[in-house]
């Protein structure tokens, strides 16, 4: 299974690092961690001149003043390591001459000369508007000039950074405008050069932003794609019969920045549950985002940062955790999604809206989930629940995996999740703020499952109470 790496340099102004420093951050886990990604998606809105003045644009701004071209220079130290080179564009990049985190305040001149490529949204600037016949030239003529001017060996069209780029309850309608813009693209690329995309990660959130996978493998404007990236239930089986026999790959994508809501900083086998469901429904390989290049000690060696920088998890982790799926002695932990994830976008993509968590649990009523996993054997069941009275007994409660009822359960009465915001609403996930500083106590209930076999796919996991309460969480560790 190919490791895809989506690296996205920040926290740092790289015109101020000589070459040697850059690339030595940059290939660190190759060349000190011997850890070989078969694909860097690259995100260069600090290497290269964008399309309009926009995020980062300083950086490259500095860097071109010396003379430095950091673009041609990374790629070909990827090349020389047999590592192959995609440029991540964003198709909606948060534009202004600043960024996302830090804003300047000054407007895109662009946008204000043609707000009918613009889209009003969350964005103050608006999203850009792909049903503008106008703005797909546009673009199209900024792809082409970057795929001429540096030796790529493959584009990834970026739909899910930022979000939406078809008007707003039109999307579906609209969604010929992509189809048509994903043609154009295919064009623009040489007979060794892959195009490819990064989309929502299943069907009914694809219908709802607008893109038509299913016409574009039919058409032929993609060899491979990239599914999701703050999800844990990315729908690879879905993708797998799109492309049916094709020779287009499949690469379910996840944020550890951004990650799924209440999914941050979770142990290996965490992670390994989710990559070894990806795999046993036929990813072609897995896309790590946000990971750093090097740990964070040594980051902090290269470039001297303030004492605000966050630093994330490193990629030699996300490497790890796809080793330790793909053992099929390990333990793993499977995981129901929670809907939530992402604050920087309208639609679908990347909020995960179809996720079943959390549920409420209404007095009396049965309420079921299904959870997918892809190991057999002895395990626990833990189930957090959310707006429990203090006198609850066991017996109030009862559990079933697939009809069978689980008789061996525990509680614990004061379990704190610091993820969990209730009764606060849920803050919009993300590394440096998916944290309450006022956690309630929570119900965790546990049962150990023994004589009901888990399934290989999907298990139905009902839960039954005899007063309303909230369920938060629903995880199965399989030893």
């Not at 920045?257 to 429904?281: L, Q």
């Not at 946000?290 to 004492?307: L, Q, R």
């Amino acid at each position: 299974m190919k490791i895809v790496y989506q690296h996205d340099p920040y926290f740092v102004d790289f015109s101020k690092a000589d070459d040697k420093t850059v690339i030595d951050s940059f290939f660190y886990f190759y060349d000190k961690q011997d850890i070989k990604p078969d694909i860097i998606l690259w995100e260069t809105h600090r290497f290269i001149p964008q399309e309009c003045e926009c995020n980062d644009f300083d950086v490259y701004k500095s860097l071109a003043s010396q003379g430095r071209d950091m673009m041609s220079l990374v790629l070909a130290e990827a090349r020389k390591r047999g590592i192959k080179s995609y440029w991540n564009h964003r198709i909606c990049e948060v534009d202004n001459n600043g960024t996302a985190y830090f804003r300047k305040g000054i407007p895109n001149d662009i946008k204000l000369a043609h707000p009918d490529w613009v889209i009003k949204t969350w964005w103050e600037d608006g999203m850009w508007n792909l049903a503008n016949s106008e703005l797909r030239k546009f673009k199209l003529e900024y792809i082409n000039k970057i795929l001429s001017k540096y030796d790529f060996d493959g584009i990834c069209i970026d739909f899910l950074r930022h979000t939406p780029c078809l008007p707003p309850g039109k999307q579906w309608e609209l969604r010929s405008c992509v189809s048509e813009f994903m043609r154009d693209v295919r064009r623009l690329t040489t007979a060794n050069m892959k195009c490819g995309v990064k989309i929502p990660g299943d069907e009914k959130s694809l219908r709802v932003d607008g893109f038509d996978i299913e016409a574009w493998t039919c058409e032929g404007s993609v060899d491979f794609i990239v599914a999701g990236s703050r999800s844990i239930s990315t729908d690879v089986a879905y993708f797998k019969s799109v492309v049916k026999n094709k020779e287009i790959e499949i690469y379910p994508c996840h944020d550890t920045w951004h990650a799924s809501d209440a999914c941050h900083h979770r142990e290996d086998e965490f992670y390994a549950g989710i990559f070894s469901n990806w795999a046993k429904d036929g990813a072609d390989g897995i896309c790590g985002f946000n990971y750093m290049s090097c740990p964070a000690e040594e980051f902090i060696k290269y470039f001297p940062c303030d004492k605000d920088f966050r630093p994330s998890r490193p990629f030699s982790d996300f490497v790890r955790q796809i080793k330790l799926s793909e053992d099929d002695s390990s333990s793993k932990i499977f995981a129901v999604e929670r809907r939530g994830g992402y604050p920087y976008g309208e639609g679908a993509g990347c909020n995960n809206i179809f996720a079943q968590l959390p549920i409420e649990l209404n007095a009396n009523k049965k309420a079921t989930v299904t959870l997918k996993a892809s190991k057999q054997g002895n395990g626990i069941l833990n189930i957090v629940l959310s707006g429990h009275k203090p006198n609850i007994k066991n017996a109030d409660i009862r559990v079933w995996l697939n009809d069978i009822e689980l008789t061996e359960i525990s509680s614990d009465r004061c379990y704190i999740d610091r993820q969990i915001f209730y009764p606060e609403p849920q803050r919009a996930s993300g590394a440096s703020y998916c944290y309450t500083d006022t956690p309630s106590e929570l119900l965790l209930i546990s049962a150990r499952v023994g004589n009901a076999p888990i399934v290989l796919g999907d298990n139905i996991i009902t839960v039954k109470s005899t007063v309303d309460l909230n369920m938060e969480r629903t995880e199965l560790q399989v030893l």
